[in-house]
């Protein structure tokens, strides 16, 4: 839930900012959610790296994946990447959509977790979906 807070509330101050004269670059909400979606990014990455997160995230990876540690690693680093790019203009529509992709890919991850009751146990299935949708959507707006 804590990923969907920081976009929420990134996206959502970067966005009043933007209202106000010459905010220049928050002055859409495509912006304004790049700007949430690495925040969130960057909290969400650096779970691949700390401890207890790390391991409950390895543990996530589906069985039939070679090495999970590996793939912990790989996609905390892509995300870090991606925030970055974000924040950059010109890539920034290309990294949106890559984060949408690679939230499609992991979300066999979350099924997983939640139905076997592996790693990170914070939301059931449900919320857990709704919640993915959302963070693919805020890619896809991030992305125009």
Partial sequence: MAPF???VLVGG????IGLLPHAGWLDSWPHAVRLGLAAMFILTASAHFLRPRREALIVMVPERL????ALVTVTGIL???SAAGLLIPPVAPIAAICLALMLIAMFPANVRAARSGVGLKTVPLPARTALQVIFIAACVLAAC
């Fill in 79 to 81: 995300e870090f990447a």
């Fill in 5 to 7: 807070v920081v976009l």
């Fill in 13 to 16: 101050i970067a966005r009043l």
């Fill in 66 to 69: 070679p090495g999970p540690a």
